[in-house]
Antibody, heavy 121, light 109 residues
């Protein structure tokens, strides 16, 4: 079955760090760009970061640049998001999303179920 | 949001409703637009890609179009199960990443 399964969400204090994972199955993971998209409680969607299939190209929203790092382990079919210097505005459900092809700008036809990150003291 | 959508839209069952998405030269004019449907408590679902194409399984009641710096999503023959939030998205060459609209909550009266 083609699916994405996120994990790693938790309650963390401001200034803390967290690593999210997204396990992919059912498709050739290395052939597709992947992204993280978040949704704060009661708010809209915000693209956070994207990475090419090889991992050689990465992209970040200005709101997380310098604090978050996206990476992927193609041998494990897993996408990661290392988050540091977390602030309350980072509180959101984080979704991983697969691109149509090896381009971060493609549409996202496949999404995970999301994992909740709460930044609070 | 970089892309501007009306916060709400509504119509009775069977009617046709359109949702607009306004952008700029750095996004919608140069790149295709995608639309997502998000039912309450669920992950987003791709509804329209490349401005006017439907993934398999999406009813032809949903259609998309683009002109200049604006795009729109039309939903015809409204059904109660269409009640959801709808988001437009496009690549932005200035921000070097995809941008989303603020979302439109569609209510079937």
């Amino acid at each position: 079955e083609v699916q994405l399964l996120e994990s790693g969400g938790d309650l963390v204090q401001p200034g803390g760090s967290l690593r999210l994972s997204c396990a992919a199955s059912g498709f050739t993971f290395a052939s597709y760009a992947m992204s993280w998209v978040r949704q704060a409680p009661g708010k809209g969607l915000e693209w956070v970061s994207g990475i090419s299939g090889s991992g050689g190209s990465t992209y970040y929203a200005d709101s997380v640049k310098g604090r978050f790092t996206i990476s992927r382990g193609n041998s494990k079919s897993t996408l990661y998001l290392q988050m540091s210097s977390l602030i309350p505005d980072d509180t959101a459900v984080y979704y991983c999303a697969k691109s149509f092809g090896d381009y971060v700008g493609d549409a996202f036809p496949l999404w995970g179920q999301g994992t909740m990150v709460t930044v609070s003291s | 949001s970089v892309l501007t959508q009306p916060p709400s839209a509504s119509g009775p069952p069977g009617q046709r409703v359109t949702i607009s998405c306004s952008g700029s030269n750095s996004n919608i004019r140069r790149f295709t637009v995608n639309w997502y449907q998000q039912l309450p408590g669920t992950a987003p679902k791709l509804l329209i890609f490349n401005s006017n194409q439907r993934p398999s399984g999406v009813p032809d009641r949903f259609s998309g179009s683009k002109s200049g710096t604006s795009a729109s999503l039309a939903v015809s023959g409204l059904r109660s199960e269409d009640e959801a939030d709808y988001y437009c998205a496009a690549w932005d060459e200035t921000l070097n990443g995809p941008v989303f609209g603020g979302g439109t909550k569609l209510t079937v009266l």
